[in-house]
């Protein structure tokens, strides 16, 4: 199995066995054995839909605590767009990132106003016209994890930009050293998530060699402390314009590119479907796809503290107080990828391939003695699921709860049978 870092972990203490994260998982990495979860590491795109639905909170994403900000001199924070719209009572993006100043970091970088570059540069790469169409935003890393793993055919059509997360670590770094005394490990670059995915591309971002941020820490975190400092007046901080603020709804990315044949889909199965409708060959039409794995966009991620309906009106009405600036002169720095993002390693029955092809067979056979109800009672998310666990080991035919009940009825058919032999 490959080296792979989650976010998205269970607590398998106040895990019950119930089934309502292998219904919702997309790439059904999820089984229940023994009455507790098991997330199947190599399936796992860490988009927190398991977070989202699970009723005994025992799926949480791992971010770092802030006594991390001790071990650095100069701390900078980078607030995603979405952010702003965790506020009910902010009347001005400067008076969040005020917040975030008297919270204990000493300079802020928009990861909207990096955002706005992506922007200028996705334009750039459109109008060449030597990208593949229809052209698939790389913004979301729950979606790049999809692709990778379930559609490694639309590889190539994903957008080979870092994510305006990274490119605002890059910048705030290259600031930082310019405008201070601090260099390299001095400085401190943490990301304010929406998202397990976002914290998981902190450490192993796709389309990078390294990642350029130092630590990571969710809405939920950051709410409860920038909030005690809302009404704090401060200084003049914000350099994002609207537009970039715009990126924290679905639909944001794409309105700002000036195009007419685009699809703004939000919502981990709704994007699916859009796929599937790609690889079917029924889209060929739209030139550009922005797709997002939560719904409403970033404000719907499932480490937000808003309502995801409710921080999409705020976004909107407190991106009205960004200015439509042009975008400053900026270091130097490059927007593509340092290196390409490959299918995610298949599983496979067996490594033997003539082992794999008789499995596959076993599979199949069992298969067609399944109900074929996908239920979920045996733990698996399908029926098909369960047939390659009973080949892989891990369950039994008896755990499927139909099959069990045939079983037992047979059983007290032939005891009665031979009773009746007996008298």
């Known amino acids: 199995m490959e080296n792979i870092i989650h976010s998205v972990t269970l607590d398998k203490e106040k895990c019950k066995g119930c089934t309502n994260c292998i219904k919702t998982c997309p790439t059904q990495a999820i089984r229940v054995r023994n009455q507790k979860a098991k997330i199947i590491k190599d399936l796992c795109i860490d988009c927190g839909e398991c977070i989202r639905v699970c009723p005994y909170h025992a799926k949480k994403a791992i971010t770092d605590s802030f006594d991390i900000l001790n071990n650095y001199k100069y701390k900078i924070a980078l607030p995603a767009p979405a952010f702003y719209g965790q506020f009910e009572k902010a009347t001005s993006i400067n008076s969040i990132l005020n917040g975030l100043i008297k919270s204990g970091f000493d300079d802020v970088f928009e990861v909207a106003y990096a955002a706005q570059l992506v922007t200028k540069k996705t334009k750039e790469l459109i ?39 990274n490119l605002a670590a890059r910048l705030a770094r290259m600031i930082a050293e310019e405008k201070t005394p601090y260099k390299g490990d001095e400085i401190g670059i943490f990301f304010i998530t929406p998202c397990a995915a976002k914290a998981t591309c902190t450490k192993t971002p796709h389309g990078l060699k390294k990642s350029c941020i130092d630590g990571v820490f969710s809405f939920k975190d950051m709410y409860l402390k920038v909030i005690a400092h809302l009404k704090d007046s401060g200084d003049e901080l914000s350099r994002s314009g609207f537009k970039g603020v715009c990126w924290a709804n679905s639909g944001g990315e794409v309105a700002s590119l000036d195009i007419e044949n685009y699809i703004a889909v939000d919502g981990i199965h709704n994007v699916m479907h859009v796929f599937d409708e790609i690889e079917n060959d029924k889209l060929a039409d739209v030139d550009y796809i922005e797709a997002l794995a939560c719904v409403g966009g970033c404000v719907g991620g499932p480490l937000t503290v808003e309502n995801n309906f409710v921080a999409q009106t705020r976004v909107k009405r407190i991106s009205k107080t960004a200015a439509d ?17 490959a299918t995610r390693k298949q599983r496979t029955l067996d490594d033997d391939m003539f082992v794999a092809m008789q499995k596959l067979s076993k599979l199949e056979e069992i298969y067609e003695t399944l109900p074929k109800l996908d239920c979920g009672s045996c733990g698996a998310p399908s029926c098909r699921a369960l047939a390659e666990d009973i080949v892989r080991g891990y369950s039994k035919e008896s755990d499927c709860i139909f099959v069990f009940k045939e079983r037992i009825a047979q059983m007290a058919n032939e005891m009665l049978e031979v009773q009746s032999e007996d008298v």
């Open 127 to 165: 109008a060449s016209g030597k990208l593949s169409v229809p052209i698939i935003n790389s913004a979301c890393p729950a979606v790049v994890k999809l692709i990778t793993t379930k559609y490694p055919s639309l590889i190539d059509n994903i957008i080979p930009l870092i994510s305006p997360m």
């Open 325 to 341: 600036r042009p975008i400053a002169n900026l270091p130097e720095v490059d927007i593509m990828w340092e290196v390409p993002v």
